[in-house]
């Protein structure tokens, strides 16, 4: 018989920051790339998008109930593991035969943990095949822990209850021979922006990441060799899901999509040759900007760069790898003006060396950009990353609640600055940047003022002032 396997993100939370604050709703790529490699090779299988459908644990179960899966595969982040490992638990003890697989970066680099909270395996690194073969050997042989050493890339405990480690699959190098993400089982119709419902593609043309900055997870868990898949079969992606879903924006989930300069000169052609006219957004590095290459991008539909800035201070940026310089920055955005385009820039405040004052140094040079949109976050140490090591070895994570893993709640303190101080520097900056008459009267101007507003809203009163009450600010 056919083995059934259901994908799935942890129920009941959608209410977390990471998707409560901005009220956008996208798919996830990741379980629907592995659901379509599952399909092709014969296996039933279904997705379960728990945070778009807002799905409660008691409806999760439900669905596990009803359909009966041999497999259930649950992918978390960080900020989502806890309740995670609620619901496995929960499920493991409801029904004990079922096998439950994680995957994604936070059981990726925590197998231990996730192995001690109800998790048969845990699938490390990128997913597709480590899951096919996965599946493959417990429709042959059952939960043969035996038969699993041979399985790359995964971790669970043998017969004695030791941990046992696989050695690691290698990437996939061809990314064209995977199949499309299976959208058929995703809630198309219900992924939004800004809490809006306008009709959005999400496509992730690359993987993988060359630079290593020691906070972002990308470089750890899909490698530090960028691969991209053919401007070809992005494009016949993109084509299939426009006449299939009339999307009426693109979004490239790729950390970096404009590394490939080639690439996307060869994308923006081959969309042209067949009539799909739509905007696109995507992430960019400032030190691959031109002026040319901007003025191509913006001329070809894309209303929208990402850029990482992260710090004022060049110490800094050489400190975190991250490979560019403040010039290259002001640059940029000098090009960006003149270009008229548009242009978002993230800054993270709390480097463990940072001052009070180095950080108020950033919130001035974000002001100084003046980008059309700024993200302000509080340093992070997600496990996996050079940052987490560092921050375990120096004693500064206090707080060891997963959920609060969300880049806008402090957990770890500085050498000169306590959580505290770091939870008023957040707010500090997001209120200093957004309450400018300039940027008021640009906004209203643009016609943009009420999602950024109403974003920003969120971000300043529901979770920083709840957080500085938390902490007895």
Known sequence: MTLKVLLTLPPDIHDLEIYRITGMKAPPLGLAWIAAVLEKAGYKVKIIDTPTLEMSLEQWLNEIRSWKPDIVGVSMLTPTAPRGYRAI??????????????????????????????????????????????VKTIEEYGFDRRALKNVKGIAFRDEDGRVVVTPPRPPIMNLDELPWPARHLLPMDKYTLFGK???IAHFMASRGCPYGCIYCIT????GRRIRFRSAKNVADEIQYVVEKYKPQYIVFTDDELTVGRKFVYDLVKELKERGIDLPFSCGARVDHLTKSYLEFLYRNNCSALYVGVESASQETLNRIGKKITVEQVERVFRWKRELKGFMAASFILGFPWETIDDMKKTVDFAIKLDPDYAQFTVLTPYPGTPLYRYAEEHGLIEDRNWEHYTTLQPVMRGFNFTRKQLARMLRYAYLKFYLRPKFILRELKAGRVTQIVSIVAKAVTTALNSLIDRLGL
């Open 89 to 134: 638990r929960l499920l493991k003890q409801l029904y004990p035969d079922i096998i439950v697989v994680a995957g994604g970066p936070h059981p990726t680099f925590m197998y231990e943990e996730a192995l001690s909270d109800g998790v048969d395996v845990v699938v490390r690194g990128e997913g597709e095949y480590t899951t096919l073969e996965l």
């Open 197 to 199: 419902p306008i009709r």
């Open 219 to 222: 470089s750890y868990f899909w």
